[in-house]
């Protein structure tokens, strides 16, 4: 006979969570970056050396320039120091683009910053693989610096856009 199985906790409940303001939470999201809410929790096995990704392939931003909106593939890694990103205040942030008014550059570099500002992390890198604008594909690409040494960092493995062919 199987162990009866409890059920999922209704709040935060894990050691560091207790003053998150959407997780577990309705959340409206936000309108734009400046709005948006970034959340840490406590990073587990703070003694060891290991790579958080988040890749968002449909990233939206709009042009500043004529209001229509880009799209991108957007791979972030990064080594926790003593904090990680809480994963819905990270996607309400990159959601908050989508109206949001920047050159591709601007927006790649602006959200890797604020990460590092909130996080503190022992090494942080973005990749973002911008779709064609005006015919050309613009990709950015930022790190804090080199990566620890023995850390595994795995290629990003996003194939640069070819077109139709």
């Known amino acids: 006979m199987s162990e009866p199985v409890s059920p999922a906790p209704t709040g935060p409940s894990a050691p560091g969570t207790d003053a998150l303001s959407q997780l577990g939470r309705q959340t409206v999201a936000p309108t734009c ?3 948006a809410v970034l959340e840490r929790v406590p990073a587990p096995h703070q003694d060891r050396k290991y790579v958080v990704r988040f890749t968002a392939p449909e990233f939206t931003s709009l042009c500043p320039v004529t209001g ?5 593939h957007i791979v972030l890694d990064y080594i926790p120091g003593k904090w990680i990103v809480e994963s819905k205040s ?7 683009f989508r109206n ?4 591709h550059e601007d927006c790649s570099v602006t959200i890797a910053a604020r990460l590092v500002e909130l996080l503190d992390p022992q090494w942080l890198r973005i990749g973002a693989y911008w779709y064609p604008r005006g015919g050309m594909p613009i990709d950015v690409f930022w ?3 080199a990566a620890p ?3 595994w960092i795995p290629s990003q493995d996003v194939p640069g856009y070819r077109g139709r062919g």
Do not use: C, N
């Open 68 to 72: 229509q909106p880009d799209f991108a």
């Open 100 to 103: 949001h008014g920047a050159f």
């Open 90 to 96: 990270l996607k309400l942030y990159l959601t908050s």
């Open 33 to 35: 970056p400046e709005e």
């Open 143 to 145: 790190q804090t610096g």
């Open 149 to 151: 040494e023995g850390v």
